[in-house]
Antibody, heavy 122, light 109 residues
Framework: QVTLKESGPALVKPTQTLTLTCTFS??????????VSWIRQPPGKALEWLAR???????FYSTSLKTRLTISKDTSKNQVVLTMTNMDPVDTATYYC??????????????WGQGTLVTVSS | SYVLTQPPSVSVAPGQTARITCGGN??????VHWYQQKPGQAPVLVVY???DRPSGIPERFSGSNSGNTATLTISRVEAGDEADYYC????????????FGTGTKVTVL
């Protein structure tokens, strides 16, 4: 059974750096083809993809947030870490990590973690 | 960047059929995936690759994709189907790579 769980601070101040950890089980990010992504959802709004990391350490970022995001992995701990710099109140959202299934060149997210709500406020 | 447009809301009576559309430029040339999100919960994949269902998803959920519109169809709607639904595509040429639709709230009357 594949599971993912996000952890990190519930509250950060504007201009601070957010660090979130995704701890997963049921698969290994050292296995060829495995990928993990971060997605966020502001309250009452739609989903927004943020970043992806692959088994071979390839990394991809949303162009609009690329300068603020860093994704990394610790294969031995089954963890993926996302950092986002210069946090702003508009970054208030629930942050999800999800495994990516890639078949025949296409990608979808399954399963998702439960999400962690991050509020940006002074 | 690539945009996916969904109707904000769809209302349906129990036992009837709900159809949720996802519009995008030539979306028929892409594979579309659908997620169900109940209040306070994480999204759950209900349809992938236009029309395939993950294990555990009822046959009542089906999908189609052609031209500029993809559609998620929920047959014999139940109260438990009330949720937000999002379509998603992977577009390696987009600055987003992964694009989600605007979301549709399905209300069971």
């Amino acid at each position: 059974q594949v599971t993912l769980k996000e952890s990190g601070p519930a509250l950060v101040k504007p201009t601070q750096t957010l660090t979130l950890t995704c701890t997963f089980s049921g698969f290994s990010l050292s296995t060829s083809g495995m990928r993990v992504s971060w997605i966020r959802q502001p309250p009452g709004k739609a989903l927004e993809w943020l970043a992806r990391i692959d088994w071979d350490d390839d990394k991809f970022y949303s162009t609009s947030l690329k300068t603020r995001l860093t994704i990394s992995k610790d294969t031995s701990k089954n963890q993926v870490v996302l950092t986002m710099t210069n946090m702003d109140p508009v970054d208030t959202a629930t942050y999800y990590c999800a495994r990516i299934l890639a078949v025949a060149g296409d990608n979808w997210f399954d399963p998702w973690g439960q999400g962690t709500l991050v509020t940006v406020s002074s | 960047s690539y945009v996916l447009t969904q109707p904000p809301s769809v209302s349906v009576a129990p036992g009837q059929t709900a159809r949720i559309t996802c519009g995008g430029n030539n979306i028929g040339s892409k594979s579309v995936h659908w997620y169900q999100q109940k209040p306070g919960q994480a999204p759950v994949l209900v349809v992938y690759d236009d029309s395939d269902r993950p294990s555990g998803i009822p046959e009542r959920f089906s999908g189609s994709n052609s031209g500029n519109t993809a559609t998620l169809t929920i047959s014999r709607v139940e109260a438990g189907d009330e949720a937000d639904y999002y379509c998603q595509v992977w577009d390696s040429s987009s600055d987003l790579f992964y694009v989600f639709g605007t979301g549709t709230k399905v209300t069971v009357l």
